[in-house]
Nanobody, 128 residues
Framework: QVQLVESGGGLVQAGGSLRLSCAASGRTFSRYTMGWFRQPPGKEREFVAAFRGNGGSLYYRDHADSVKGRFTISRDNAKNTVYLQMNSLKPEDTAVYYC??????????????????WGQGTQVTVST
């Protein structure tokens, strides 16, 4: 079992930045694929970013086109934490952001059905 706890959400003006954190329990965190998804008001949940690595120098990162160049996913395996740095925020980034984890080696990373573990979500609101 993996427990995920997100933090760092809040209210920010357009053009501002936030950094979300997701702390994970478990001793094999480095082996997990970690993802961020979001659910805008009245819409379905969508992929934001994912990070797959083996704990070494080899890793794979993916970002949705809508956030590419503005958001960056990263992880600190020593702290069992994955981050989502969000810059140049837009009102359309307003959503509940969820952290997710997967212990398999399946693809594609953008498919939320891949992920077995989910956090409770953190609200991000971007004002105009």
């Amino acid at each position: 079992q993996v427990q995920l706890v997100e933090s760092g959400g809040g209210l920010v003006q357009a053009g501002g930045s936030l950094r979300l954190s997701c702390a994970a329990s478990g001793r094999t965190f480095s082996r997990y694929t970690m993802g961020w998804f979001r659910q805008p008001p009245g819409k379905e949940r969508e992929f934001v970013a994912a990070f797959r690595g083996n704990g070494g120098s080899l890793y794979y990162r993916d970002h949705a086109d809508s956030v590419k160049g503005r958001f960056t996913i990263s992880r600190d395996n020593a702290k069992n934490t994955v981050y989502l740095q969000m810059n140049s925020l837009k009102p359309e980034d307003t959503a509940v952001y969820y952290c997710a984890a997967d212990g398999s080696s399946r693809w594609p990373l953008r498919d939320e059905a891949l992920y077995a573990y989910w956090g409770q979500g953190t609200q991000v609101t971007v004002s105009t």
